[in-house]
């Protein structure tokens, strides 16, 4: 019976080829690596309320395939450190990125016309007149159904990020029997929230007033990392055409957190979007710390299973504090704002000190090739955790992708994929690749909800990446 074919990476795209070595079997650091990995997973295991491990987000092919062991994707090395040994060939020195990626989504909580009835809210608290309703009892109750919904379940969430060519970079040394990877990603993430507060209407002065307030939070983070992963073992336990492949990863993280509170009555006639757009970046605290992440891959003839574990270490950043030293402020917008968080601070709504922590993460993947360029994945996270946002992430995805070895012949995937915590959001997501360079994908949210009165989904995102051959 002939073997099956053993998957070998080529150039900058990847192919299934039969004529990979078996003589290269390195066993350096073999049991300091498992032992490392083993006390990572059992200490994650003991953090089932994880905050956010790694990237914001996903990118080029993942965006739709999510954090899968594949070797066909160039940046599927960046979510399992072991991967780099898979994503240059033997003879092979080099692979990187020439071009840079793009990846944003944004997603919205479970709440009609959000964005429009806050501004509509906003415009009766600058002008009474500008209530729709016959009565002032009619507008009470209307709004005050608005202000509890919105601060049960309204927010907006916005995540975007790059990474800076020609990373990500695999480099296979003479002088090691592995591949160093290296990765810098730029990536920042804007919530809009409401702390909701009871409308009510003073007669004195025929005015509405509430303590209402949107409640912005945001972050930006830079990543540098340097990563190596080579082969434990082949053809173990007696399993021809296997490897066991172990990796590391060394990441450096540059976070700018802040959190904002404005009351609703002292935006004037000013717009949600913009208060957003103009006031997001203030308040930044600027921190830095370093995560350490781990990997495991095994590798058949026609499948492949991972096991990788995010900050290990735990990092923790500070948010800009909020509601605190408020007389110090002059009057005006600034200190009216500090009263504001001061206020929801106290009544345990919002913490004024916060620190967000990227506790351990572990996600499991498989994948299975039906034929030499089709192949069907799955990933997991095990463990809930917190992004940079303050909003609750754990991922499950299944996909499948075709990748053809005619440039002339699209490549094709789609995906499932659903938040298990937090929102609960299902996703479908289509991508496409043109000429085995040129990525675009897509996805949407299968829950709807109405926006200027027209359904729409509750999230949408793309990416655009290019992975040129060489």
Not at 300 to 311: E, F, H, I
Not at 417 to 433: D, E, F, R
Request: proline letters at 4%; one cysteine or more.
């Amino acid at each position: 019976m002939k073997t099956p074919p053993k998957l070998k990476p080529v150039n900058n795209y990847s192919i299934l080829s039969s004529d990979i070595s078996t003589a290269r079997i390195h066993n350096i650091a073999r049991y300091g690596a498992c032992t490392l990995l083993t006390a990572g997973l059992l200490a994650a295991i003991a953090a089932p309320n994880a905050n956010a491990g790694g990237n914001l987000l996903n990118h080029s092919q993942a965006f739709t395939t999510g954090q899968s062991a594949n070797h066909l994707a160039l940046y599927s090395g960046m979510h399992n450190p072991a991967m780099g040994e898979l994503m240059i060939d033997s003879d092979e020195r080099f692979r990187m990125s020439y071009f840079f990626s793009l990846s944003s989504s944004t997603e919205l909580g479970q709440v009609d016309n959000f964005v429009d009835d806050i501004d509509e809210l906003i415009d009766i608290l600058d002008d009474p007149n500008n209530a729709e309703e016959d009565s002032v009892n009619e507008t009470l109750d209307r709004f005050n159904a608005v202000i509890e919904q919105a601060g049960d379940d309204g927010y907006l969430k916005t995540t975007a990020g790059t990474y800076v060519p020609p990373l990500p970079l695999y480099w296979r040394p003479g002088f090691l029997p592995g591949t160093i990877m290296f990765e810098l990603n730029i990536e920042s993430q804007i919530n809009l929230s409401v702390l909701a507060d009871e409308l009510i209407y003073d007669d004195s002065k025929t005015t509405f007033a509430t303590n209402t307030s949107a409640y912005i939070k945001s972050g930006l983070q830079k990543k540098l990392a340097v990563g190596y992963s080579q082969i434990y073992g082949e053809n173990l336990w007696g399993t021809e055409g296997t490897q066991l492949i172990w990796g590391a990863k060394f990441n450096i993280y540059d976070l700018e957190l802040s959190k904002q509170v404005f009351y609703l009555d002292s935006l004037g006639n000013q717009d949600i979007e913009d208060v957003v757009k103009d006031e997001y970046k203030n308040n930044r605290i600027r921190s830095t710390s370093i995560g350490l992440d781990f990997g495991a891959v095994w590798t058949a003839p026609n499948y492949r299973l991972g096991a990788s574990l995010t900050n290990l270490n735990a990092p923790s950043f500070d948010y800009g504090a909020v509601g605190v030293n408020c007389e110090e402020y002059p009057s005006g917008p600034q200190q009216n704002s500090c009263f504001a968080a001061r206020y929801f601070a106290d009544k345990g709504d919002i913490k004024a000190y916060e620190t967000h922590k990227k506790n351990p993460v572990i996600t499991v993947d498989g994948s299975y090739f039906i034929a030499s360029n089709w192949l069907v994945s799955a990933s997991a996270e095990l463990a809930s955790y917190d992004d940079t946002v303050g909003q609750e992430n754990q991922w499950f995805a299944a996909s499948t992708s075709y990748h053809p070895s005619n440039y002339w012949i699209p490549g094709l995937r789609g995906s499932y994929s659903k938040n298990l915590a937090g929102s609960k959001l299902s996703y479908l997501g289509l991508g496409i690749t043109f000429g085995g360079i040129v990525n675009l994908d897509f996805n949407m949210a299968l829950d709807d909800i109405i926006v200027d009165d027209e359904k729409a989904p509750r999230g949408v995102g793309f990416a655009l990446s290019f992975e040129e051959r060489f």
